[in-house]
């Protein structure tokens, strides 16, 4: 897992975050930064824990992590996170 978490990081230095993750097709689901308040409540519900901060209050869904169980995207209080 570390390794993976390490590749993701990569990928965030190499290229700006929104663009790293709307780029992977394989993601189910995803987070909408400009609807996000940072309130964590996705963060506490992941069984995963497949939902880190990005470093700017923000939250991002690690795709290799994420089993897509929609879990986040029902306790959203913004509705937020949606399925792609
Ligand atoms: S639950 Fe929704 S508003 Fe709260 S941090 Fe997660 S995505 Fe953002
Ligand atoms: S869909 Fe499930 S596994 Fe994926 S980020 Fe949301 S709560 Fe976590």
Redesign the pocket.
């Known amino acids: 897992m570390l390794n993976r978490l390490k590749g993701v990081f990569k990928s965030f230095q190499q290229h700006n975050v929104k663009i790293a993750y709307q780029a992977d097709a394989t993601m189910a689901y995803i987070?909408r930064t400009e609807?996000?308040?940072?309130?964590?409540?996705?963060?506490q519900e992941c069984p995963m824990d497949a939902?880190i901060e990005n470093g700017k209050e923000?939250?991002i869904i690690i795709s290799d992590l994420c089993t897509d169980c929609g879990s986040?995207a029902d306790?959203?209080?913004?509705e937020?996170?949606r399925g792609s």
Request: net charge negative; proline share 5%; glycine share 0%.
């Open positions: 987070i609807e996000c308040t940072s309130c964590a409540t996705c963060v939902i923000k939250y986040c306790v959203c209080p913004e937020a996170i």
